[in-house]
């Protein structure tokens, strides 16, 4: 009896302690970071306003290896969300629920394992000196009595629990803002230099000598199919329509091989033999211009590739070098040379 005694008396003064250090300790809390990114707003908003993004810079599947994450509903819109399961970082969802361009990133976060809690995540966005943007990381909600009194804990408020994580996390967003800012700057560099711009071409008709050839055989293969497709047809009586072509429907870096074509444009029914006649749909074409010799094209096609990458744009089509000044037209001399890169996108 006097055992039973004791323990409702250790029981009771836990259950004394809890409501104690509950009523001691705040009923909400709200933990944020900040973090100052050499990037534009828009930029980073592209890494914060979508659920993939969001789960790319987190912290939480760098302390948890055997989480995963599945992500239900429209990407990036108000309403969907991420499933997370893992050993460490338990089970829970993320819900977007706010979206404010440039501005502002809200989410429901809903805990199952290992406790059930619901808790409010914000993203803020505002403008910093020298074209750079900070943001601000947060987290809140409301603590039940148990939270409560647990937070007055050494080491166990939600600020000491939280906090590093979300520096490691911003951290890891100003790495990635800052390096595709990097790109874009460099890809806007390229889009000075080589005239870059976006033209409607009409459909286009080619007579064309069309091999799968080597990559280092390139400069052969238009050295001598380029001066017999021009007497071809000169023979059947038709009019060569523009300059030179060089069409690449293919390239493939792995075998280092292409699929291409050196061609003229011709107008109007034709057929020669030994020569195919290739047409190529009307598009949208993302055109640049490389002056000098033919060795100089490789900085312009890798220009390209990266302002793609930089704005978002899709390659759906052939690209066409079209010799404006070169051999073809008798020109010798190198630093005159021209010539117009087009590559096909949507």
Known sequence: MKFVKILLFAVALVLLLVFVLSMMAPKEYNVSKTVE???????????VNNLASLNEWGPWKETDSLMTTEIVGQEGAVGSYSHW??????EGEQKLTNLIEDELVETEIHFLKPFNS???????????????????????GEQNMIMRAISMLPGMDMEANIGPMFEKGLGNLKGICEAKAAVAKEAEADASSYGFTIVDRPAMQFVAKHEEIAMD??????????????????????????????????????????????????????QIEGYETMVLPPNKFLRATCTG?????????????????????????????????????GEMDTAKWQTNIYYAVQ
């Open 37 to 47: 990114i050499d990037s534009p707003r828009s930029l980073v908003y592209s890494n």
């Open 85 to 90: 399961k893992g050993t460490e970082a338990g």
């Open 118 to 140: 619901t808790s409010y995540g914000y993203i803020k966005l505002s403008d910093a000196e020298g074209g750079k943007t900070n943001v601000v990381w947060g987290f809140k």
């Open 217 to 270: 055989q390139i400069g052969a293969f238009c050295e001598v199919n380029f001066p017999s497709l021009a007497r071809a047809i000169a023979v059947s009586d038709k009019e060569i329509g523009g300059p030179a072509c060089g069409i690449f429907l293919t390239w493939d870096e792995d075998n280092g091989k292409t699929d291409m074509a050196v061609a003229f444009p011709v107008d109007g029914a034709v």
């Open 293 to 329: 010799g033919y060795g100089q094209g490789m900085a312009v096609h890798q220009a390209i590739e990266k302002h793609m990458v930089a704005k978002g744009i899709t390659q759906v089509g052939a690209v066409i070098e079209e010799y404006i000044v070169g051999p073809s037209t």
